[in-house]
Structure formats: structure tokens, C-alpha cells
């Protein structure tokens, strides 16, 4: 009985699957939504239990794709100013390879920040101008200037920032997040990705928030703007909610058949993927929808957070997603690349995230979210403190550098209040407590209770982790 149930058919049940209409194979093939999940309250992950006490049960990264220069933004160097138009030194440079941009350049000339900066809050951190709302924030947040890493090109530095690896091909941050603990909601994907719409800059493939060797149902789900936040999760024309579930469960039928000859992962991924995909029918429409959202909050964020796919509204959809128990939900904004034009090109880009990232905060703080939700904010690496291209009165840019840049934190048990690290009186070098970007995802790990050494998957007869072989947790920056 059991087995005409798909000899009858006289296809094999992946490539039945693969062809079965109604949009469902190109959902799963798209989407790779998160499956597994086992009861109303959401299924555990590969961890059974927390390695120890987490301080955060969720993580939001803003991630600025071009990387910010943090010269401009949260490092202030004075004598940069005195200094203006001069040489870098040689004893500073120390050697350090330059990107092909500005490497065949006849002189390196040392450029000031244009942009004041000021102290704020008890705590004194010291901000750009530009970033006014963040100033509001400045003792909610924690200042990393000392974050190092190796890449010096877009390409490898936000691969290597997302995954721990500069080469393509491993598990993002969150995938590893959902293989680890799974997911909290049975009705939403765990990892949930969302682009800023209309982003000019390096390119961002999806790769980047990919699962890698990992089991596809750990890559992220993109959101996007428009009538349909999630691809091919509504039903096509003529097809009722009856009708899809009727052909799930004729599926379900078949595959239930078919596992008494032996369980295929790919298609009980598959299977699952469609049942997750026809609980988000109802879901997803209630995440999105942002019309029980009060004036004020609106307010909170800008005027942009009512325009879908932009960044305020992707940070209030944020707010939202985690609230309904999202555990990793990852924003990319692009546009901060800035190798020429600076002086008017990053108060454009402040001016489009500094409000909402903001607000992102104050809103966890006001809904209860922020102790146990770890906010981050940062690019894949610095800039430099020299100009690239000519060095004009009203304009300058800045090249890649890798040696330092800065980023923040908030909430999820990391210290409010705070500046971590030094660089040098040229903000070239570190002096002081470097993190590298290994040391980063150590503590993102460390603060949802998982000891990074601990979280492995065996792929190609070695075990793999997040942080490879390397990493330390930031114990100085956790409260």
C-alpha cells in the first residue's frame, strides 16, 4: 500500500517535488525557510541545552556595507586637523600593504575630519556631529575603536565579517544561530534578512547570509518592500487556502509513504519548508503590517519608516520580528564606500540611518527588549587617515584600511556607556585592546549562551565553527 503510493506516479519523490506546481517548488528553492519546527512554541536547535546563562536571547545587526569612516564618525583625532595636507609618516604606514586604489599614489597625504565632535551623555563618549540621535543614545551604547581584521577589499572584508571566513562557502552568523538553538516562533523563520531598497555601493549577494555547508533551512529569509514581503508565499490566482492545504497534505501522504524505504533529508527539508511556508500565510501579514503602530513610534523612527524597504522601516520592522521571537534578523545598508567626495557624501548617509538606528534602541529599551536583545552596528572595516585621489579645500576621500575601525553596541548584556580600545594619536594603528572579528562573533556567541569552541558542524572530515580556529570572548565590555 505504502509503496503505490508513489509508483503509481512513476516519478521519484524529488523529482515529483521539484516539478509539483502552485509555486511550491520555487518556494523552497528560493527561500530555504526554516523547518524542523516541532510544537507551538518553536523547535530547539542542535544544541539541547545553552552552554551556559545567556545575557541575550536575540541579535539585530545594522550592517553598513562600505564601511563607515570612524575617523569621521566616532575617532577623534585632533592632531590629524594640525596635521592636514601633510605625509602620512613611514614609521606609521609601517609597511602596511595598500589597496591598489591609492598604493600607486606619489603621496599620501594626511586628511582631518571636517565634521566637530563633541562629548555626550554622563558618560562622556565622544561623537561626530553627524550622528545627533546617536548622541542620545551614547550611554546605552558601548564604542568598540579598536576592531581589526585582515581583508582589505569589499569582497572578502563583508564575507569575512558575516561568515568568519574570507572565502565563500561557509555558514553566516545567523545560520549558524538557527543550527545552534533554532527558532522561538513556529510560525517564523529564525534568520531574517532585509536590504535596504534603492542602495548604491558594493554589491551584496546572498551568499552573505547563506547556510553554507550547512543544511539549507538555515539560510536566511529575505524580506522585501512591496505587497509581498516574502516570494511566492502567497497563493497564485485560482489557488485558495482549501486547495494549498489539500496539496499538502497529499504530499505529506506521499512522503510518509516513502520513509518506510528509508528517510531522504532533502525532501522531509523540503516538505517542512512548505508547511512553515503555509502557517507564514497568516504570520507574515500580521509581522508586516504597521498600521497598529501609533503615531509616535512612527515619530521615533522618521519619516522613511513609513516608506517600505527603507532603512527606518526596516529597523521598525525589526523591532517587530523580534518581538515575535526572530532570533537573528540582519539589516544591510549600502552606501558608505566613500573613496572620493566624503565631505558630502557621509552626511547623506548619517542622515538616512542615525535617526532610526536610534530609535531601534530607544524602542527596545521602551518595550521591555533591549536587556535581552543585542543590538550591533558597524561596517566590514575602517578607513584610512590619509586622503585617496587629490586633496582639495572642499572635498577628500578615504581608502579601505583594515587596521582599525570602530563599531557599537547595545543591549543584550554588553556594557552601557562605554568606549573599548585606543589607536594611535593618526587613528592608524591600534594601541590598545584589539578585537578582531573573530573576537566579535566569540562574544555574540558567548552572549546567547553558547561557548563559540563548542558549536561545531563536521564538514570535509574536520570540524568547523563560526570563529574557525580562533577567537576570544570580550570579557571586558560584558556587564
Known amino acids: ?231 511566492y508565499l502567497s497563493n497564485p490566482e485560482g489557488i485558495d487556502s482549501g486547495s494549498r492545504r489539500a496539496a499538502l497534505d497529499a504530499l505529506n501522504q506521499l512522503h510518509e509513504g516513502q520513509l518506510a524505504n528509508g528517510a531522504d533529508p532533502y525532501v522531509e527539508t523540503r516538505i517542512a519548508q512548505y508547511e512553515l511556508a503555509f502557517r507564514m500565510q497568516n504570520s507574515i501579514p500580521d509581522a508586516t503590517d504597521f498600521s497598529d503602530e501609533p503615531e509616535s ?53 548619517c542622515a538616512a540611518t542615525d535617526q532610526a538606528s536610534a530609535a531601534l534602541v530607544k524602542d527596545l529599551k521602551r518595550c521591555g527588549l533591549l536587556e535581552d536583545t543585542l543590538v550591533i552596528w558597524g561596517g566590514e572595516f575602517g578607513r584610512t587617515n590619509y586622503c585617496q585621489g587629490k586633496l582639495t579645500a572642499k572635498s577628500f576621500g578615504r581608502d579601505h584600511h583594515p587596521r582599525c575601525f570602530s563599531i557599537w553596541m547595545a543591549g543584550g548584556g554588553i556594557k552601557p556607556g562605554i568606549s573599548y580600545g585606543e589607536t594611535d594619536e593618526y587613528g592608524y594603528n591600534l594601541t590598545e585592546n584589539p578585537v578582531h572579528i573573530h573576537d566579535l562573533h566569540a562574544t555574540i556567541l558567548h552572549q546567547m549562551g553558547i561557548d563559540h569552541e563548542r558549536l561545531t558542524y563536521k564538514y570535509q572530515g574536520r570540524q568547523f565553527r563560526l570563529t574557525d580556529v580562533h577567537g576570544h570572548v570580550v570579557h571586558d565590555i560584558l556587564s
Not at 50 to 68: C, D, M, T
Not at 134 to 151: F, L, Q, R
Not at 298 to 311: A, H, R, V
Not at 312 to 340: I, K, M, P, S, T
Request: charged share 15%; proline share 6%.
Open 297 to 349: 513610534v512612527f515619530e521615533l523612527y522618521g519619516k522613511d519608516s513609513k516608506n517600505p524597504g527603507t532603512f527606518a522601516a526596516n529597523c521598525l520592522q525589526a523591532r517587530r520580528l523580534v518581538e515575535r521571537g526572530v532570533r537573528f534578523v540582519q539589516l544591510y545598508h549600502q552606501g558608505w564606500d566613500h573613496h572620493g567626495g566624503l565631505p558630502s557624501g557621509l552626511p547623506r548617509q
Open 1 to 231: 500500500m505504502k509503496k503505490n503510493l508513489t509508483s503509481g506516479f512513476g516519478i521519484n519523490r524529488r523529482s515529483m517535488l521539484s516539478q509539483m506546481g502552485m509555486g511550491f517548488g520555487a518556494l523552497a528553492a528560493s527561500q530555504m525557510l526554516h523547518a524542523e519546527a516541532t510544537s507551538q512554541s518553536g523547535s530547539s536547535g542542535v544544541l539541547k541545552a545553552l552552554h551556559h546563562a545567556p545575557k541575550a536571547k536575540r541579535v539585530i545587526f545594522l550592517f553598513q556595507s562600505g564601511a563607515p569612516s570612524q575617523l569621521d564618525l566616532f575617532d577623534y583625532k585632533p592632531l590629524l586637523n594640525e596635521k592636514h595636507g601633510t605625509e602620512l609618516p613611514e614609521e606609521v604606514r609601517g609597511g602596511q600593504r595598500l589597496t591598489g586604489m591609492s598604493g600607486n599614489q606619489s603621496s599620501l597625504p594626511l586628511v582631518g575630519s571636517p565634521f566637530k565632535f563633541s562629548q555626550h551623555g554622563e558618560s562622556g563618549t565622544r561623537l561626530s556631529n553627524l550622528l545627533p540621535h546617536t548622541a542620545g543614545i551614547a550611554d546605552d551604547i558601548c564604542v568598540v575603536k579598536s576592531m581589526y581584521t585582515e581583508a582589505i577589499n569589499h569582497g572578502p572584508g563583508v564575507t569575512f565579517m558575516q561568515t568568519g571566513s574570507q572565502f565563500p562557502g561557509r555558514p553566516s552568523m545567523g545560520a549558524w544561530m538557527d543550527y545552534g538553538l533554532g527558532t522561538e516562533n513556529h510560525d517564523l523563520p529564525a534568520f531574517v534578512v532585509m536590504v535596504s531598497k534603492n542602495g548604491r555601493g558594493q554589491p551584496l549577494s546572498s551568499r552573505l547570509w547563506g547556510n553554507g555547508f550547512l543544511a539549507s533551512k538555515h539560510q536566511g529569509v529575505q524580506f522585501r518592500s512591496g505587497k509581498d514581503p516574502v516570494l
